[in-house]
């Protein structure tokens, strides 16, 4: 023994990235310096777990009869701070694996951006992005982990670091399993040195640890499975600060909704729905944790993606059920037919709730939808079995509604025009700009409403809807439209002949740019418009097509012409003088590139706005 006790201290460098984020941290996190107490014990009770997991089939590890517990020690004087746990140690590979590296490659650029653009780095940031460890330095300048880990021939490791550049691991005496952090406490960081203090921010952030936590020699936190109380005992308070501690939300939960189901499978779940989306719903960090999941009171993992469908990470929550073995293995909850009957009745209570909520808090619904709807949109595409409650689920905008305001595909269809088959749609990067598209024109004036897409996920999710009601579900911005306002015959329209005769020289001016010139029947304020063939798609979906795949060119439009426009009836009457005078063929290539410029399609500005000084420069002279 004497010999590991003199073997030398190796000294190790952290990573370039490590370096910066460490920097951030210390110098940038002013706010909520609790949040490390909270993310040290978190830790704690994180190892607890896996030891206590691990002695359900091994019995064979070092302290098997160890308390499963954490232990706090302060001391006011001397301002040092010490945090104990009896879980499953580390060994020097995790201490340079777990310790010393960042969890997520995205972390340091996204915390940077955060501070270029002015945001708090608060607990919040800290606690979605795993450098939980390191929110240690915002109130000390070196940490000392002693750990064992709980193999039986592993040894006691000793890691210091100041958080600056380097740290240090060398191996020492330590006979019992378990982590022991500890540190010398800042000036202004003197009152974690309180026990008072300390208790006080336990009860507040971790009272729900499933070990109990001593401060000195008193348990502070009360070690309770709240699901397990029946639904009426359960104290809103106790639901907030619950949702608080499994989520690291500061904030109180959106909604929440508590099950206790028997027959088949039983199970007990407590699930909340947060306020807020996370700052990237799509590649959300924490979605691996959505769901923890516990078999008779005891944790199984927390990062339970088989409890839920994807478009439902979001949800957060507990699920306790007896029809578990206790043992059970990762692969084993992937594939039990247990895990696939929760999933499934979860899903549905969830979307049921969802449902309940729209009809009765629909302000709350609003605000679910718009943090969380891009996400269970997608649904529709990948869960054929809840697809229509999905569906019903959907809100949106319309031609008719006031600038917040969202209806259902049922309210619209409760609300169409007599005669009216089909259910319209335009899609479109915002509100304002969709409602000024000539598109519109044709349904304005027959009071048809027309569903505003904006969230860049509709042109996914919508087109496959297909039908509502039996109502097919239609883009406007296609040409493949049943549109009746060729029946009222407008005496102010080119005659067919004119018509037919401007059209050609279109045709022959725009040549192959466009799949086709047609006479419009959707227009009415406007000269031309540029709508997608029948095989085409949507110019919205077409632009996200693009943006994905820089490869891809789209699709031909065709141009369709107002022939009961005063200017193309004044290009009517260039072309019966002479159809070769320029002013004309540079007014149609205008006209067509003005109508890509409305769609965001217009790829040469410049040649346009030099063919716009020309016809001014004719047009004034
Ligand atoms: P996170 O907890 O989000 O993974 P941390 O920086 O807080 O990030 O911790 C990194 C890793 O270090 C943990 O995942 C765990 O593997 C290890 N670790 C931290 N504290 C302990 C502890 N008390 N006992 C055992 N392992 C720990």
């Known amino acids: 023994m004497a010999a590991k006790k003199t073997a030398k201290i190796k000294e190790f460098e952290y990573k370039a990235e490590m370096k910066q984020l460490l920097n951030l941290i210390v110098h940038s996190l002013y706010t909520h310096k609790d949040v490390f107490l909270r993310e040290l014990i978190s830790n704690a009770s994180d190892a607890l777990h896996k030891i206590r997991f691990r002695q359900l089939t091994d019995k064979d590890v070092l302290d098997a009869d160890a308390e499963l517990k954490i232990s706090i020690r302060v001391d006011k004087d001397k301002r040092t701070f010490s945090i104990e746990d009896t879980g499953i140690g580390m060994t020097e590979a995790d201490l340079m694996e777990r310790i010393g590296t960042v969890a997520s490659s995205g972390t340091l650029e996204f915390l940077e951006q955060a501070r270029a653009e002015g945001k708090e780095l608060d607990a919040n940031l800290i606690g979605q992005f795993g450098v939980g460890f390191y929110s240690v330095f915002m109130v000390t300048d070196e940490v000392t982990i002693e750990t064992r880990h709980a193999d039986k021939e592993s040894t006691g490791l000793r890691w210091k670091s100041d958080g600056s550049g380097t740290y240090t691991i060398e191996e020492i005496d330590r006979p019992h399993r378990g982590t022991t952090i500890s540190f010398t406490l800042k000036e202004d960081a003197a009152d974690f040195a309180e026990e ?113 469908p994807d478009y439902l990470r979001f949800v957060k929550g507990v699920v306790d059920t007896e029809d578990l073995p206790l043992n059970v293995s990762r692969e084993v909850t992937q594939s039990s037919p247990v ?133 097919p579900l239609k883009s406007i911005d296609k040409a493949d439209i049943d549109l009746d306002a060729g029946k009222d015959e407008d005496s102010e329209a080119l005659n067919e002949d004119l018509a037919s005769a401007l059209i050609s020289v279109f045709k022959e001016t725009l040549g192959d740019k466009v799949e086709d010139v047609v006479a419009s029947k959707r227009l009415v304020d406007s000269p031309v418009t540029l709508v997608v063939g ?88």
């Open 196 to 308: 008072f203090h300390v208790k006080h921010i336990i009860k507040k952030y971790s009272n729900f640890v499933d070990f109990p936590i001593y401060v000195g020699e008193e348990k502070v936190n009360t070690v309770q499975a709240l699901w397990h109380k029946a639904k009426d005992d359960i104290k809103e308070e106790e639901l907030n600060e619950f949702y608080k501690f499994i989520s690291n939300d500061f904030d109180e939960p959106l909604s929440h909704l508590y099950l206790s189901l028997e027959g088949t499978v039983s199970f007990r779940a407590l699930l909340f729905i947060p306020k807020k989306a996370p700052f990237d719903l799509f590649h959300d960090l924490q979605q691996e944790k959505s769901l923890h999941l516990y078999s008779s009171k005891v944790f199984i993992q927390d990062d339970c993606k088989a409890l839920l």
């Open 339 to 471: 895990m696939a009957k929760i999933r499934s009745i979860l899903t549905s209570k969830i979307l049921a709730h969802f449902e309940d909520m729209a009809e009765k808090e629909p302000g709350k619904y609003a605000t679910l939808y718009k943090n969380f709807g891009p996400l269970l949109k997608t649904g529709i595409n990948s869960d054929f079995d809840n697809r229509d409650k999905i569906i019903e689920l959907l809100r949106f905008g319309t031609t008719k509604t006031g600038k917040d305001e969202y209806i259902s595909l049922k309210q619209y269809v409760e609300r169409m025009q007599e005669g009216q088959k089909e259910i319209y749609y335009l899609a479109g990067e915002h509100r304002e700009l969709l409602l000024k598209n000539p598109k519109l024109e044709y349904f304005r004036k027959h009071e048809y409403e027309v569903l505003l897409l904006t969230d860049p996920v509709d042109v996914f999710v919508v087109p496959s809807i297909t039908e509502y009601d039996k109502k």
């Open 534 to 621: 029948k095989e085409g798609m949507d110019s919205q979906m077409e632009k996200m097509m693009k943006m994905m795949n820089q490869e891809y060119s789209g699709s031909k439009r065709i141009l369709e012409v107002n022939i009961s426009h005063p200017l193309i009836k004044n290009l009517s009457r260039l072309n019966l003088g002479d159809s070769t005078n320029p002013l004309l063929r540079k007014s149609i290539v205008q006209l067509y590139e003005a109508a890509q410029l409305i769609d965001g399609n217009l790829t040469s500005p410049m040649e346009f706005v030099q063919r716009m000084t020309e016809i001014m420069e004719e047009a004034t002279k």
